[in-house]
């Protein structure tokens, strides 16, 4: 199933491209069907194979006509006008499709404005949007000057996951299949420990694993919760990396591609290129990647991974995404450079907040791996905050739950149907033994339960 992802990477027949453009998923369906019926290279199969499965998937994250989202945009923000739509929309400012030749926009139109437009933050009418979005950054900003003094700063932190089918979704006495995301023992995690799980878990992942879950199987009972509960020490070392100290010969590792995203077509060489210049220092090079990203690009809300064929692409042509498409748009571009580089991604959890979050690591000899985390990196340009910015490029606060250590890699034990993010997991996952269950099916809560810094005298044991 995994090594069917690489078929992305081929151009969609004319005529199907032109009905998903305008919107006529239904119709593009029966044609692919019909397609399908004939006999065809396997390549083109498995391509077409893909994008039914895909067209399912695109329209339900954009139920907005274009009169709802006005409606909701002059609710969300003061004295918001209909030219404004406009022009957020010709800027590419709003993710936007055609459903049946119509412009339909994405469900978090309004979320994804307040955290992005500055001039929007200002007029919102619901304070609840920004989520203390000013505290967050006083806390990072804290947290970066201690690191800094200390050299080291390590946090003991203790998580609860829970997964629930939805009511809807759940089929009395059928065996449903969960898994549920813990950390990878390695990098910044030490002293990890599970604490409890339920109902009992048929396997645990093994320490290394690098996409790695605690695995359920059982008959569901209505109102049945899968849990796990976890505490762990994250360890961060302030690493100065000055580039006079960099080696210009670099390991090989983690310099490959891997379709269908990370891949050096034309143009993602010819940015590479043109980004590097003439400079050879691996750490400079990894640097002028990261300016693009954080200086170049606008943090956005985007739809499933898997509906996106070209994921550095979409990010270096549109100059727009989230977390995840930062990152690997860093890790490809580093990679196309000679630079390794490598996923890293879990939750983001702080003394006020949780969620989903993906960044990205780079090694430079002599100082192994470093870390680098675009979308932070970004808003803290866009905040004009330059130390936070240039924090973010070698080194991470430790306010973070690697669960991942690699992109695009399967579970153990692996799913039977495809998973909702085949990439990655943050949300774990749920089957039948007869069908796999979307996003909507499932909720998943994850809850801080303790975090507590870790004194000087600790770590020394």
């Not at 994250?61 to 006008?81: G, I, N, V």
């Amino acid at each position: 199933m995994y090594s069917d992802l690489r078929y992305l990477l081929i151009d969609l027949p004319e005529d199907i491209a032109r009905l998903k453009a305008a919107g006529c998923f239904e119709r593009a369906g029966h044609v692919i069907d019909k397609r399908l019926r004939k006999q065809l290279p396997l390549a083109l199969r498995k391509r077409l194979e893909l994008e039914k499965e895909i067209l399912a998937r695109v329209p339900s994250h954009y139920p907005h006509s274009y009169d709802r989202a006005l409606s909701l945009l002059s609710s969300a923000f003061r004295d918001f006008e209909p030219e404004e739509l406009e022009a957020l929309w010709e800027e590419d400012a709003l993710d936007w499709i055609f459903i049946e030749g119509k412009p339909f926009f994405k469900d978090d139109i309004v979320a994804n404005l307040a955290k992005t437009r500055k001039e929007l933050t200002a007029r919102v009418t619901d304070p609840s949007l920004l989520k203390d979005k000013e505290g967050n950054f006083s806390l990072l900003d804290e947290t970066i000057a201690k690191m800094k003094r200390r050299g080291t700063l390590a946090y003991r932190i203790r998580i609860r996951t829970t997964v629930t089918v939805k009511p809807e979704s759940v089929e009395e006495g059928k065996t449903v299949r969960v898994h549920l995301p813990i950390p990878v023992e390695y990098a910044q995690i030490h002293d990890f420990k599970l604490l409890d799980a339920g109902p009992a878990p048929k396997f645990v992942a093994a320490p290394d694993y690098p996409q790695r879950t605690v695995y359920f199987e059982e008959r569901l009972q209505s109102g049945q919760e899968f849990f796990v509960e976890y505490e762990y020490v994250n360890r961060m070392d302030y690493v100065e990396a000055r580039p006079e100290a960099a080696v210009d010969a670099q390991p090989t590792f983690y310099t490959e591609e891997q379709a269908p995203h990370v891949v050096f077509t034309p143009y993602i060489r010819d940015l590479a290129g043109e980004l590097a210049g003439g400079e050879k220092n691996p750490l400079l090079r990894a640097r002028r990647v990261y300016d693009f990203l954080t200086t170049r690009l606008i943090y956005s809300f985007v739809r499933s991974y898997f509906t996106i064929p070209a994921i550095p692409t979409y990010a270096a042509t549109g100059l727009k995404g989230d977390c995840g498409i930062q990152a690997l748009t860093f890790i490809t571009l580093c990679r196309a450079l000679g630079v390794p580089a490598r996923w890293q991604s879990g939750l983001y959890a702080n003394p006020r907040s949780i969620g989903n979050h993906d960044w990205a690591q780079f090694y430079v000899t002599p100082y192994g791996w470093l870390y680098a985390d675009c979308s932070f990196g970004g808003a803290a340009w866009q905040a004009g905050a330059e130390e936070r910015w240039n924090f973010y490029f070698g080194n991470l606060e430790p306010f973070r739950m690697p669960a991942n250590s690699d992109f695009q890699f399967d579970f153990n034990p692996a799913k039977k149907f495809r998973r909702c993010d085949p990439y990655d997991n943050q949300n774990g996952e749920v089957e039948y033994e007869h069908r796999g269950l979307g996003p909507e099916e499932y909720s998943t809560v994850h809850k801080v339960v303790n975090i507590e810094e870790v004194g000087e005298l600790e770590l020394e044991d």
